[in-house]
T-cell receptor
Framework: NAGVTQTPKFQVLKTGQSMTLQCAQD?????MYWYRQDPGMGLRLIYY???????DKGEVPNGYNVSRLNKREFSLRLESAAPSQTSVYFC???????????FGPGTRLTVT | AQTVTQSQPEMSVQEAETVTLSCTYD???????LFWYKQPPSRQMILVIRQEAYKQQNATENRFSVNFQKAAKSFSLKISDSQLGDAAMYFC??????????FGTGTSLTVIP
C-alpha cells in the first residue's frame, strides 16, 4: 500500500517551459488536492477534485491546470513556467471522511 | 476571507516538558474542522490531531491535545512529555467544507535534549 505517490521528486525548468506533475493514490479516495508550499508560508490550495470527473479552483489557481484522469490519478500542469512558480508541490487525497487528508512526499520545482 | 494565524514562528521545549503552540482563525461559518499537521525535515505532512467544531470536547491523541475555544476562534496544540522526534514544523489548518483547506504559516518546534 503506497498511499499517495508523486513524480518527479525534483525538477528544474527554464522560464516558459511546460511540465506535468503526476499524483496517484491507491486508497480508493474520492477527493484529491494540489497544494504549493513556499518558504515562510503554509500550504496553499491550487486545485482540488471532489470526485472523478470534477475539478475546482482553490486559493491560487492562476498559471496551473489540472486533470482528474481517473479515480486514482490527479495531475497538475504548468503550461508556461515562471520563476514565481518555484515551490514545493504537494498532492493529497481525502479519506473516507473527506476532512482527513493524506499527503504525498512532495515535488521540489525550481524555475530559472 | 478565511485566514489562519500562527503567531509563533519558532518555539523550543526541553525534552520531557510540555509546550503549547497557538493558532487563531477567522471564519463566519458555524461548522468546520480544525487540524494540526506535523512536517518533519523529511517534508512529509503528517496529521497530528483533528477537531470538529460542533464537538465541545477537546480532541486528544496520546501526548497531543488541543484547547479549542470556539467563541475566541482559538485552537492551540499542547504537546506533553516532549520527545526529540517531536521536533518539526507544525501547521494549523482549517476547513469549512472538506474541500477548501487553509493553512497557517507554521511554527518551528525545537526539542532540547
Amino acid at each position: 500500500n503506497a498511499g499517495v505517490t508523486q513524480t518527479p521528486k525534483f525538477q528544474v525548468l527554464k522560464t516558459g517551459q511546460s511540465m506535468t506533475l503526476q499524483c496517484a493514490q491507491d486508497m480508493n479516495h474520492n477527493s484529491m488536492y494540489w497544494y504549493r508550499q513556499d518558504p515562510g508560508m503554509g500550504l496553499r490550495l491550487i486545485y482540488y477534485s471532489a470526485s472523478e470527473g470534477t475539478t475546482d479552483k482553490g486559493e491560487v489557481p492562476n498559471g496551473y491546470n489540472v486533470s482528474r484522469l481517473n479515480k486514482r490519478e490527479f495531475s497538475l500542469r504548468l503550461e508556461s513556467a515562471a520563476p514565481s512558480q518555484t515551490s514545493v508541490y504537494f498532492c493529497a487525497s481525502g479519506g473516507r471522511d473527506r476532512y482527513e487528508q493524506y499527503f504525498g512526499p512532495g515535488t521540489r520545482l525550481t524555475v530559472t | 476571507a478565511q485566514t489562519v494565524t500562527q503567531s509563533q514562528p519558532e518555539m523550543s521545549v526541553q525534552e520531557a516538558e510540555t509546550v503549547t503552540l497557538s493558532c487563531t482563525y477567522d471564519t463566519s461559518e458555524s461548522d468546520y474542522y480544525l487540524f494540526w499537521y506535523k512536517q518533519p525535515p523529511s517534508r512529509q505532512m503528517i496529521l497530528v490531531i483533528r477537531q470538529e467544531a460542533y464537538k465541545q470536547q477537546n480532541a486528544t491523541e496520546n501526548r497531543f491535545s488541543v484547547n479549542f475555544q470556539k467563541a475566541a476562534k482559538s485552537f492551540s496544540l499542547k504537546i506533553s512529555d516532549s520527545q526529540l522526534g517531536d521536533a518539526a514544523m507544525y501547521f494549523c489548518a482549517y476547513s469549512p467544507t472538506g474541500n477548501q483547506f487553509y493553512f497557517g504559516t507554521g511554527t518551528s518546534l525545537t526539542v532540547i535534549p
